[in-house]
Every structure is written in C-alpha cells, then in structure tokens.
T-cell receptor
C-alpha cells in the first residue's frame, strides 16, 4: 500500500535555527507532493506544492522543499525559524496507483520553536 | 471567497446519539473530501465525492458512518449511533478537478466529543 513517512514526530528548535523536516513516499511513477501546516487550534493550510518543473519549490512564510525523485523524498526546509512557526507539519502525496484526487498524508511532525 | 465552511465547530454528545456534521465547499469546486484526525491514527480520508457522487468510501470505518452530498454546495457526515471512539476532529476539504490534481482546501473542522 502507498505510504508517506515523516521520520521526525517531534522537533524542538530555538528561534533562528534552521529547519529540515523529512518526507519520503513509496509511490512509483508520477506524483504530486504537498506540505500542509496546522497551527494550534486551526485547520490545515497549504504551505507549498510540487506538480512538475523546478524540483526546488518555494512556499509561503519562507519555507521551501526539494523534490528528489531518486530518493522518493520531499523534505521541507526553512533557514531560520520563528516562534510563530510552532505548528504541526504534514507531508502529503497524490498520484501513483491511487489516482490524483486522493491525498495520502504522513503522520505529521510537531514543531516547537522556543523564543 | 469564504473558504470551506463547517458546522458545528464543536459538538459534544452522548454515546448512542446521532451526530450530523455539515460542510459547504468552496463555490465551483467539484471534489469534496471528509477526513478524520485523531492522535492515534493521524489524518484519515473517510470518503470523497466528485460532482456530488461518492467515488471512494473505503475509509468509512463502519456502517454507523454515512455521508451524503445532495447538491454541489452541501454535504453531511452522519454517525448513528455515535460511540466514544468516534471522538476526533472531522475535516471537510474541497478541490477543483480541472487540472486533474489540484490543491485541497480544508475547512476549520468539527471537534466531536462522544461521552
């Protein structure tokens, strides 16, 4: 079965530290990749997405992610985190043999940024 | 655009009662998704509709759960009878299938507590 793995379940950083959250997927073939963020008490919001083209994708709030097809990875990065980045981050994938409408989510990574 | 609208935002009920959750997708979107989020299982897709027709309900946990979409602007998720293990946050999302692989936009969720 298709799956999305987020290896870090909890991450604690100080402000200004750099962030990298891992995401790996198990599909073969063409996929679309997403990172969503869920701030405390809020709904999921799209951070960035990759459909095709430049594998380095820039999203909102200074986040970026790089699609490495050979590694089945789509890691999220931010050079300098802020306290307001405290949230849960979800990687998601569609495509492959589940079709392009069905999103499969990873289990999420809780990020806590201390001021 | 108001985004995806869900009601109620919070629901507390007793075991055995019927619960109905409501969702209004973004106008013009032809896909609608229902998700459940729990600490133990993360985000799970329950069912999704295309043009008001259920396409995949393989994630619906059991017969106590049912979902309908009588028109393009309204969907319900019903649990009858409810059980304590149904306590979760239920999200509705919508997307436009024009590109075949578009972004899902999430509503604020309904936090359900079954006592």
């Amino acid at each position: 079965a298709q799956s999305v793995s987020q290896h870090n379940h909890h991450v604690i950083l100080s402000e200004a530290a750099s962030l990298e959250l891992g995401c790996n997927y198990s599909y073969g073939g063409t996929v679309n990749l997403f990172w969503y963020v869920q701030y405390p008490g809020q709904h999921l919001q799209l951070l960035l997405k990759y459909f095709s083209g430049d594998p380095l994708v820039k999203g909102i709030k200074g986040f970026e992610a790089e699609f490495i097809k050979s590694k089945f990875s789509f890691n999220l990065r931010k050079p300098s985190v802020q306290w307001s980045d405290t949230a849960e981050y979800f990687c998601a994938v569609n495509g492959g043999n589940t079709g392009f409408q069905k999103l499969v989510f990873g289990t999420g990574t809780r990020l806590l940024v201390s001021p | 655009d108001a985004g995806v609208i869900q009601s109620p935002r919070h629901e507390v009920t007793e075991m055995g009662q019927e619960v109905t959750l409501r969702c209004k997708p973004i106008s013009g979107h032809d896909y609608l998704f229902w998700y459940r989020q729990t600490m133990m299982r993360g985000l799970e897709l329950l069912i999704y509709f295309n043009n008001n027709v259920p396409i995949d309900d393989s994630g619906m946990p059991e017969d106590r759960f049912s979902a309908k979409m009588p028109n393009a602007s309204f969907s319900t998720l019903k649990i009858q009878p409810s059980e304590p293990r149904d306590s979760a946050v239920y999200f509705c999302a919508s997307s436009s299938g024009l590109a075949g692989a578009d972004t899902q936009y999430f509503g604020p969720g309904t936090r359900l507590t079954v006592l």
